[in-house]
T-cell receptor, first 116, second 113 residues
Framework: DTAVSQTPKYLVTQMGNDKSIKCEQNLGHDTMYWYKQDSKKFLKIMFSYNNKELIINETVPNRFSPKSPDKAHLNLHINSLELGDSAVYFC???????????????FGSGTQLSVL | KQEVTQIPAALSVPEGENLVLNCSFTDSAIYNLQWFRQDPGKGLTSLLLIQSSQREQTSGRLNASLDKSSGRSTLYIAASQPGDSATYLCAVPIKAAGNKLTFGGGTRVLVKP
């Protein structure tokens, strides 16, 4: 059983399109995240949701809209895709909001988005 | 602003040699530090988590140390194997900034048989 699963694994699309990436965790965690890994492999947090409420938005353009229908799911919708959006997007979860002494982060396998 | 740096960016060693991976951070006010492994095309797997009050953590051939005062952590992998080839990333949450996790750029390791 995959703990954090995201779909699709690969996404190739044209500039200007709208696309969504889905994420689900079966760990019973309260907190979920979206991270972006750019071509230089730097991982940066985009959003964090705790019990369906947004707690971090790292100055991500408003073309990116996360949605959490319940605490086991955090989807990422991207409008009007741009070339610079090409990256690998990782979903992650933790038992509670990251920052307590022994919190571990569990990652999905990533979605490679290519905008042409 | 917390900055996390990993040097070297890449490392190649013969099988059996011990690996030493370095991580430095600028703000010592951290709750903990995590080391992750990333395989090509895969997500990240948490290897070790050191709490701020601890100086080291061990798991099998892996040992991670933490020196908050100097802003450094080191991951040691003993008797490296080809299966250890991957990218290793360190990450810290930052108390003052909503506890987001900040990652280093990673060290890409190749263990040659």
């Amino acid at each position: 059983d995959t703990a954090v699963s995201q779909t699709p694994k690969y996404l190739v699309t044209q500039m200007g399109n709208d696309k969504s990436i889905k994420c689900e965790q079966n760990l019973g965690h309260d907190t979920m995240y979206w991270y972006k890994q750019d071509s230089k492999k730097f991982l940066k947090i985009m959003f964090s949701y705790n019990n369906k409420e947004l707690i971090i938005n790292e100055t991500v353009p408003n073309r990116f809209s996360p949605k959490s229908p319940d605490k086991a799911h955090l989807n990422l919708h991207i409008n009007s895709l741009e070339l610079g959006d090409s990256a690998v997007y990782f979903c992650a979860s933790s038992l509670r909001y990251q920052g307590s002494l022994d919190e571990k982060l569990f990652f999905g396998s990533g979605t490679q988005l290519s905008v042409l | 602003k917390q900055e996390v740096t990993q040097i070297p960016a890449a490392l190649s060693v013969p099988e059996g040699e011990n690996l030493v991976l370095n991580c430095s951070f600028t703000d010592s006010a951290i709750y903990n530090l995590q080391w992750f492994r990333q395989d090509p095309g895969k997500g990240l797997t948490s290897l070790l988590l050191i709490q701020s009050s601890q100086r080291e953590q061990t798991s099998g051939r892996l040992n991670a140390s933490l020196d908050k005062s100097s802003g450094r952590s080191t991951l040691y992998i003993a008797a490296s194997q080809p299966g250890d080839s991957a990218t290793y990333l360190c990450a810290v949450p930052i108390k003052a900034a909503g506890n987001k996790l900040t990652f280093g750029g990673g060290t890409r390791v190749l263990v040659k048989p």
